[in-house]
């Protein structure tokens, strides 16, 4: 499976690198099929781009934005990824609210996963799937040393999360794989690391979502840590 790495020397370029693929892939989208089906990522390094996608002007009646994972918590806290969603982007663009598909979480990790699995039945592929990259090298909800996925179900429930809250809901990277393209959101000199070890082959939990197109990172400099 290819790994496409495209590495941005400046903040601004890589925000405008970042909004064109959206772009493209929304285009490419709409003109196969009228939607545009994506999953989100939560995290600081794709909270940049939902903030510019608010200053845009899309198709946006024709998106269905689903999520990749989200914490045990109420509607509406600030550690939610739909919160932030909603705040820096979805409440402030004209996309139908029957659009969006928040995970409902609230009820807690198994059952909300059983919830959201039986939503994603609609789903269908996605167009994009956004995800981000932490330092241990997982994604969504996706930490080292635990059940990936890989061949299973849609939704994962996870519990002990070695980051706060122990509880979560995440999409399995088999679910995550079903897309036509993904889009890695990588930035800081902090994920270098993890970088470093998916590079050189390693299994890690990013490396486990394998679309048949293979993926995109598109990566700041700091991180990369050498030449492409």
Avoid at 68 to 79: A, I, K, L, M, S
Avoid at 115 to 121: D, E, I, M, N, T
Avoid at 184 to 213: M, N, S
């Amino acid at each position: 499976m290819s790994v496409r790495w495209h590495v941005a020397e400046a903040e601004a370029d890589w925000l405008a690198r970042a909004l064109a693929y959206v772009a493209a892939a929304e285009a490419e989208s709409l003109a196969e099929h009228g939607g545009f089906r994506l999953c989100l990522a939560g995290g600081a390094t794709p909270e940049r781009l939902y903030r510019a996608l608010a200053e845009q002007t899309h198709a946006w009646a024709c998106w269905q934005v689903w999520y990749g994972d989200e914490r045990c918590q109420p509607p509406g806290h600030p550690e939610r990824n739909s919160t932030l969603a909603e705040a820096v982007w979805l409440g402030r663009v004209a996309i139908p609210a029957a659009n969006v598909h928040p995970i409902p979480a609230e009820l807690g990790a198994r059952a909300g996963a059983e919830a959201y699995a039986r939503q994603l039945g609609e789903a269908g592929c996605f167009d994009l799937v956004l995800l981000g990259l932490g330092e241990d090298g997982h994604t969504a909800s996706l930490f080292p040393g635990r059940d990936w996925g890989e061949g299973g179900p849609d939704v994962l429930p996870v519990y002990d999360a070695p980051k706060p809250p122990p509880e979560r809901v995440s999409l399995s990277a088999r679910r995550l794989s079903d897309a036509r393209r993904v889009l890695f959101l990588v930035a800081g000199a902090g994920k270098r690391e993890a970088v470093a070890a998916w590079r050189r082959g390693e299994v890690i939990a990013a490396a486990a979502i394998r679309p048949a197109a293979g993926v995109d990172v598109l990566i700041d400099q700091s991180a990369y840590g050498g030449r492409p």
